[in-house]
């Protein structure tokens, strides 16, 4: 079982609707990542939180925003997407500091954007 | 432009047997690399990693090699086990902070037959 928890595992929405997608960890870490997957490509990274605090955002659309409100959680909030943006959103965490750059990812949510 | 290449998009082997993942990458300036391991509906898991200083890490049945001045690495999986039938992600970083930006090469689908 994944201790990276990423609700909803499916989302389909229209390009005018407004939704979420949600991450957990309870593993202490204080780093929190997104990164985004289409179908045969690597994973990208979107948006890195460090402390609660966002560190690294990639040239993302602002049609994406993250958030962090507290150390164990991580939204994407979404609106105006764009059918472009389906694909599955991989949600992850690290812990901070000197090291390898291990993530832990979640299952991730698959969006579908009509 | 695609820092982290995995050129074989899928290898077939028979249980028992080597499986060789392969991975190349350009920029000199990494220095740790990670492969992680991707079943069909979850997120990628973290296998094995390597820093730049070191041209070998064995970890049970699974061995990183790199080779710097080829800009090259592989993983081995001795014996191959049918369980180990997963796409394989090569990844690379730079900078000792974990935080770091992590980028992924386009996957290896491995396939171990009994």
């Known amino acids: 079982d994944t201790e990276v928890t990423q609700t909803p595992k499916h989302l389909v929405m229209g390009m005018t609707n407004k939704k979420s997608l949600k991450c957990e960890q309870h593993m202490g870490h204080r780093a929190m990542y997104w990164y985004k997957q289409k179908a045969k490509k690597p994973p990208e990274l979107m948006f890195v939180?460090?402390?609660?605090?966002?560190?690294i955002n990639e040239s993302v659309p602002s049609r994406f925003s993250p958030e962090c409100p507290n150390s164990s959680l991580l939204n994407l909030h979404l609106h105006a997407l764009q059918p472009e943006d389906s694909a599955l959103y991989l949600c992850?965490?690290?812990?901070?500091?000197?090291?390898?750059?291990?993530?832990?990812f979640g299952e991730g949510s698959r969006l579908t954007v009509l | 432009d695609q820092q982290v290449k995995q050129n074989s998009p899928s290898l077939s082997v028979q249980e028992g047997r080597i499986s060789i993942l392969n991975c190349d990458y350009t920029?000199?300036?990494?220095?740790?690399f990670l492969w992680y391991k991707k079943y069909p509906a979850e997120g990628p898991t973290f296998l094995i990693s390597?820093?730049?200083?070191?041209d070998k890490n064995e970890d049970g049945r699974f061995t990183v090699f790199l080779n710097k001045s080829a800009k090259h690495l592989s993983l081995h999986i001795v014996p191959s086990q049918p369980g180990d039938s997963a796409v394989y992600f090569c990844a690379a970083k730079h900078g000792s902070s974990n935080t770091g930006k992590l980028i992924f090469g386009q996957g290896t689908t491995l396939q171990v037959k009994p």
């Open positions: 992850a965490s690290s812990q901070i500091g000197r090291g390898t750059g291990e993530l832990f």
């Open positions: 920029n000199s300036m990494f220095d740790y």
């Open positions: 939180y460090s402390y609660e605090k966002l560190s």
């Open positions: 390597i820093s730049s200083i070191k």
